[in-house]
Nanobody, 115 residues
Framework: QVQLVESGGGLVQAGGSLRLSCAAS????????MGWYRQAPGKQRELVAT???????NYANSVKGRFTISRDNAKNTVYLQMNSLKPEDTAAYYC?????????WGQGTQVTVSS
């Protein structure tokens, strides 16, 4: 089992920045990739960004150039630096890791961007 604890969400004005963190604990060996998804009210959960153990990254087109995902393998932690935030970035953000084809999810952290 893998446990995920997220932090860093909040309320920010458009154009502002936030940094999300997600710490993994438990059976973290071979956890790969790590990533972030988001879900706005009335919408499906969507990929934001993922990063592999080898630091290969993948971003949704809507966040490219504004968000940066990174990970600290020694701390089993993944980060999401979000800059130039827009109201349409408002959503619950969920940390996700995959281990041996099993997905694990965090509890979610709310990000609200005011215009």
């Amino acid at each position: 089992q893998v446990q995920l604890v997220e932090s860093g969400g909040g309320l920010v004005q458009a154009g502002g920045s936030l940094r999300l963190s997600c710490a993994a604990s438990g059976s973290v060996f071979a956890v790969n990739p790590m990533g972030w998804y988001r879900q706005a009210p009335g919408k499906q959960r969507e990929l934001v960004a993922t990063i592999t153990l080898g630091s290969r990254t993948n971003y949704a087109n809507s966040v490219k150039g504004r968000f940066t995902i990174s990970r600290d393998n020694a701390k089993n932690t993944v980060y999401l630096q979000m800059n130039s935030l827009k109201p349409e970035d408002t959503a619950a953000y969920y940390c996700n890791v995959n281990k041996w084809n099993v997905d694990y999810w965090g509890q979610g952290t709310q990000v609200t961007v005011s215009s």
